[in-house]
């Protein structure tokens, strides 16, 4: 019997938009169009490359670019402010492969921060930088630099503007949809890839840095467990590991990818927090699991594909 051809093998990617409080009545009906085309054309862009027999880690790279073009979601341009009326972007990206990584916190000028994630892991000896020198790294390396008004949007800082109106809420986004964007893919070789990006949390204050650019917390991948994207409150999906946690539970056996998701949440709202998660296995199984109302999401491979926003459609 010959062995399966590239073009036999299955491919999956599976993404987010951002976990909270997303309801029918708090957004509206052109905000839900666009946000859901937005994750179409997330899901066409690292598409295009699985089909074709492309790396996952292409993959998860081209949706989350797309995601961060998209001014609905908190990352890239429409990122959330901080305190002091900064945009101050985190990003991680991380190859199942060979569990190479690269992370960056608080950079400011790089248009899409996730390749700059990707430039870390590829032509730096390390794989997390920050601020500052990870500013200087992404223009010394030839990365697109935008001005601080491509990031910038009205909504964003009237949510600011509202935050500062109540500091007992600082801590909090006011609108409690996270917003972190993240992709997840299996490729036709059989490896997968995990991406995530964000904006933080609206006001956020002190250099505080959340899960997402966290390699265990809010990304993770390897090819003998799972990949893994998060989003949600992340002082909680940092404490309980949450994106190791599933991979290892799914490495050594002792959960299958949605038991492993569903557990970590639960131990996220255990803590007392919120948010969601998105993995998908070497095996081919694509995996949502989240204890909010809503959360932005879609999936694709060589069957079909779904685009959800609330809690109660089908995913
Ligand atoms: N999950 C995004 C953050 O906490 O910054």
Not at 126 to 136: I, K, M, T
Not at 219 to 246: K, L, M, N, P, Q
Not at 272 to 299: H, K, L
């Amino acid at each position: 019997m010959s062995s399966a051809q590239p073009s036999d093998q299955k491919w999956r990617l599976v993404i987010h938009g951002g976990a909270g409080i997303i309801e029918r009545d708090r957004i509206t009906a052109g905000e839900e169009t666009a946000i859901r085309a937005a994750l179409n054309r997330a899901l066409d862009a690292g598409s295009e490359i699985l089909e074709s027999g492309g790396a996952a880690l292409d993959a998860v790279e081209a949706a989350v670019r797309v995601l961060e073009d998209d001014p609905h979601f908190n990352a890239g341009r429409g990122s959330v402010f901080t305190y002091e009326g900064r945009i101050e972007m985190d990003a991680s990206i991380m190859d199942g492969r060979d569990r190479n990584a690269g992370a960056v916190s608080g950079v400011t000028g790089t248009k899409n921060p996730i390749g700059l994630a990707r430039a870390v892991m590829e032509q730096s000896p390390h794989v997390f930088l920050s601020r500052e020198g990870a500013d200087q790294f992404s223009r010394e390396h030839g990365l697109e630099q935008a001005p601080a008004s491509w990031f910038e949007t009205a909504e964003r800082r009237r949510q600011l503007d509202e935050l500062r109106a109540r500091p007992e809420a600082e801590h909090f986004d006011v609108h409690l949809k996270y917003g972190t964007v993240g992709a997840v893919a299996l490729d036709r070789a059989g490896h997968v890839a995990a991406a995530t990006s964000t904006g933080g949390l609206t006001g956020k204050r002190w250099g505080r840095i959340g899960d997402s650019p966290i390699i265990g917390a809010g990304c993770y991948a390897d090819d003998r467990g799972c990949a893994v994207s998060g989003t949600g409150a992340g002082e909680y999906f940092i404490r309980v590991g949450v994106a190791h946690a599933i991979s290892d539970a799914v490495r050594i056996g002792h959960d299958g990818a949605q038991a492993a998701a569903d557990a970590a949440m639960a131990d996220v709202a255990a803590l007392g927090g919120s948010g969601g998660v998105i993995v998908v296995t070497p095996a081919g199984e694509g995996v949502f699991s989240f204890n909010t109302s809503g959360m932005y999401r879609g999936e694709a491979g060589p069957a079909g594909r779904s685009v959800a926003l609330y809690g109660d459609e089908r995913s």
